[in-house]
């Protein structure tokens, strides 16, 4: 057969924008961007986010990224909690409102990246097998630095940071 087209599709992602508190001030975690063959991305800063595994409740794998990328265990995420389900001719299916949802158009890979609103608790490891420095910053520190350099993050992020640091 002549011609034959082999489609590729979109990745789908989570992401989760941390709340929290650094010198008495709101500040989200950021980290540091350190993936095996993670190329010319290596070294942006980026909020924890990660790959959805095939039939996997969005918000078990944004937990389980969060845990993975930063020790951290969330104890809330925006949007959970008006999840609706329903089951029907042998398929769950679920339905649920991120904080926004990010697409690239051109890049590295394909991603359909649907970030939360989050709060955290425990402890922050130093770094993991994908990221390094991770850390609070203020969400005026925050802003000043996408402000300045938007290139020195990853660009999923971006839009939804914007979004939320115009927000608060």
């Known amino acids: 057969m002549c011609g034959t087209l082999v489609e590729a599709f979109a990745i789908p992602c989570v992401g989760a924008i941390i709340c ?6 709101d500040a989200l975690l950021i980290q540091v961007r350190q993936k095996q063959g993670g190329g010319i991305e290596n070294g942006m800063l980026e909020v924890a986010a990660g790959k959805v595994r095939e039939y996997e409740n969005v918000f078990d794998a944004l937990r389980r990224e969060v845990r993975e990328e930063t020790g951290l265990r969330l104890s809330r995420i925006q949007g959970e909690e008006s999840l609706s389900v329903c089951t029907v001719n042998g398929y769950e299916v679920m339905s649920f409102t ?3 949802t990010t697409q ?3 890049g590295g890979y394909s991603i359909m990246l649907q970030t939360f609103i989050c ?3 425990g402890e922050l490891l130093e770094e993991t097998r994908e990221t390094t420095d991770i ?6 520190e925050c802003r000043e ?8 993050f990853y660009p999923l992020h971006i839009n939804a940071l914007s979004l939320f640091l115009g927000a608060v």
């Open 98 to 100: 991120p904080f926004l």
């Open 119 to 121: 709060e955290a608790e």
């Open 104 to 106: 690239n158009l051109s």
């Open 20 to 25: 929290g508190q650094k010198d008495g001030q």
């Open 145 to 152: 630095l996408l402000r300045r350099t938007p290139e020195a």
């Open 135 to 140: 850390r609070w910053i203020t969400s005026q």
